[in-house]
């Protein structure tokens, strides 16, 4: 195997979290990166689904005061390109906070339960609940893949008038869970490629 080659565990499970419609109110969250992320988040359900390994779906259940992923909101729903490909998922997951494993059915009990030993974390957002899940599946010692192609996130304010762009915010992550130890970054296409999918990521 090659330095640039991924070798993909045939019960490789990719996580899809929380690609909810909420997120395309840009007046609630602000300006976003990576306008491909859908396409590659698309791509990869395809090409899990194409070669029979396991895809988990993640929905947030937002308990803040007026959150646009609140249950009783429109927003909490999946986006149509989601929710067109679901029904076929292994698992789905609901949650209240960023880490994909407090949520319930427990995703750490499914995933010992079926030999899963490596995961593939996609979805929204790139710093928060993509990056939380990502460190956490590293700290229980999983084979952590992320394509950070299909993921995205927005401009975020933090303490004494500190801003940074979701492009800014994405680099972090990528440096942060690579750099760290908790998981190789890596891009949908050569996911794909390994997966043996004819599916296509987006540039």
Not at 33 to 61: K, T
Not at 73 to 82: C, I, L, S, T
Not at 149 to 165: K, S, V
Not at 173 to 194: E, H, I, K, M, P
Request: charged share 15%; aromatic share 6%.
């Amino acid at each position: 195997m090659t330095k640039n080659e991924i070798e993909l565990a045939p019960n490789a499970a990719l996580l899809v979290i929380d690609v909810q419609k909420g997120f395309d109110d840009a007046s609630y969250w602000g300006p976003r990166n990576n306008p491909a992320a859908e396409a590659n988040i698309a791509a990869l359900m395809d090409a899990w689904q194409q070669s029979g390994r396991p895809v988990v779906l993640v929905q947030h259940a937002s308990r803040t005061p007026g959150s646009v992923l609140a249950a009783d909101r429109p927003g909490h729903a999946f986006k149509d390109f989601v929710a067109e490909r679901a029904g076929k998922e292994s698992l789905l997951i609901t949650k209240t906070v960023n880490s994909s494993f407090y949520g319930t059915p427990d995703l750490a009990a499914w995933l010992t339960a079926e030999g899963i030993g490596q995961l593939v974390v996609s979805g929204i957002q790139t710093n928060m609940c993509v990056e939380t899940t990502a460190r956490m599946a590293g700290n229980l010692g999983y084979d952590v893949l992320v394509p950070l192609d299909a993921t995205h996130t927005f401009d975020l304010a933090g303490p004494e008038g500190l801003r940074l762009t979701a492009d800014q915010l994405a680099t972090a992550t990528a440096v942060n869970l690579q750099g760290g130890g908790f998981a190789r970054v890596v891009s949908t296409a050569r996911l794909l490629a390994a997966s043996g999918s004819p599916a296509q990521a987006t540039p």
